[in-house]
């Protein structure tokens, strides 16, 4: 898989020359004049089509839709939509509707037919990228550890409370992921007993992991093992990014660890002024307010705990000849992701459409942002209740 964090894909008015940031400079600052990222890499075309972005029979269309459209009907029956391990109901479907925030059943339940198709491409084709798409249960489990509040939910989701405490706990394994993964992907069950065993055993290109912060937004955090980088890709990420910034690539995991400098503090009891040097030392713009400040540091920090989990993982793989080391890796966010329209609500379907392309090799830049808005919902719909998904009533 390629990585590429300079962008064509800009918002108005943003510098469009390839820069660096260097967090020691200040906001805003290039480092050496116009340089090119050590992350950019020659623009690559996917392997495959993505399905949310696949022109359809207009007769096809229009099935879609009317399963989107019934599906906000009253029923007294129950209408399912089954694929292998993974159902939706009409409830769920209902969320494709207008610009609704999309269900997680349909992310996951996508995820499951992308890695399918992928497991049978790796199958076909030695060439062809090896990558696992992570769904959202990951991270929720891997960052629940480093937050909590008095009624136990995120602390993005409810972030007015003032009793929510940010907590740090040490990371833990997770009892046969690398395992549960080998199978998803090669079709067979391999004793490994960490994620960075998998890797060196199959040679793993890539993870994209879905990031779900419930309500709020959906991105894909892709962790390459060739461009040694940890890299978020946001449909929103222009809000993150400092005036002349087109790159942010931040500090080493030890050197800032933002969720180490929040821990066991009550939201309340943060100061903005420490928030925002906070945000200034990863090279994010500070606001004048709490809680858009600790949105803003939510990237960083889910950047810096996946970082920590695979340090972890790497520890923990027995022989250390398969291990690897990350002294050279880079923690960055992507400013070649397209960014979803105010008020369309479309996180969802840029976060399928990353993982889709990046899995296959390709660059989110040729995601064409027009077209997911117009069509993305309704495909969704084919895919899950048309194309893989199997209909059932009780």
């Known amino acids: ?53 696949q022109e359809r029979p207009a007769a096809e269309r229009e099935r879609a839709y009317a399963i989107i459209l019934a599906s906000c009907l009253k029923r007294f029956q129950i209408i399912k939509y089954r694929y292998k391990d993974h159902s939706i109901t009409e409830d769920v479907i209902s969320t494709l509707r207008g610009v609704r925030f999309i269900n997680g059943d349909l992310m996951e339940m996508q995820i499951t037919i992308l890695n399918k198709r992928n497991s049978e491409r790796i199958a076909a084709d030695t060439k062809y990228p090896k990558c696992m798409i992570v769904n959202s249960y990951f991270p929720v489990s891997l960052l629940g550890l480093g937050m909590s509040s008095s009624s136990q939910s995120s602390c993005f989701s409810k972030m007015e409370e003032d009793d929510i405490v940010f907590r740090k706990q040490e990371v833990r394994p997770f009892k046969n992921l690398a395992s549960k993964w080998h ?73 800032c660890q933002v969720l180490a400098q929040l821990t066991d503090r009550k939201m309340k009891d943060l100061e903005i002024e420490y928030l925002g040097k906070l945000c200034v030392s990863v090279g994010i713009q500070p606001s004048g307010n709490r809680v858009d400040m600790l949105r803003l540091l939510m990237r960083p920090m889910i950047l810096q705990e996946i970082m920590s989990w695979l340090k972890n993982e790497n ?3 027995p022989r250390e000849e398969q ?35 990046l899995s296959s090799g390709g660059e989110v830049s040729f995601i064409n942002r027009e ?24």
Request: net charge negative; charged share 20%; glycine share 6%.
């Open 315 to 317: 520890e923990r793989t």
């Open 1 to 53: 898989m390629q990585l590429a964090v300079s962008s064509p894909v800009l918002s108005p008015g943003r510098d469009n020359a390839n820069t660096v940031f260097d967090p020691s400079m200040g906001p805003g600052v290039k480092k050496g004049g116009t340089v090119q990222s050590p992350l950019k890499v020659e623009s690559a075309q996917s392997c495959e089509p993505i399905m949310l972005l």
């Open 323 to 357: 291990r690897i080391s990350f002294a050279n890796w880079k923690l960055a966010i992507s400013s070649i992701m397209p960014q979803q329209s105010a008020g369309s609500n479309a996180c969802g379907l840029y976060t399928m459409a990353a993982a889709d392309i």
């Open 371 to 394: 077209l997911l808005e117009k069509e993305g919902r309704r495909n969704m719909a084919a895919i899950c209740c048309i194309d893989f998904g199997e209909k059932i009533e009780e």
């Open 183 to 255: 199978a998803t992907l090669f079709g067979e069950s391999c004793d490994v007993c960490t994620v960075i065993e998998l890797v060196h055993i199959n040679k793993l290109d890539s993870i994209v992991i879905q990031v779900n912060i419930p309500g709020y937004h959906w991105f894909d955090v892709a962790v390459s093992f060739n461009a040694k980088a940890v890299t978020l890709y946001d449909s929103m990420a222009s809000s993150v990014f400092n005036a002349l910034t087109t790159c942010i690539e931040m500090p080493s995991v030890d050197n």
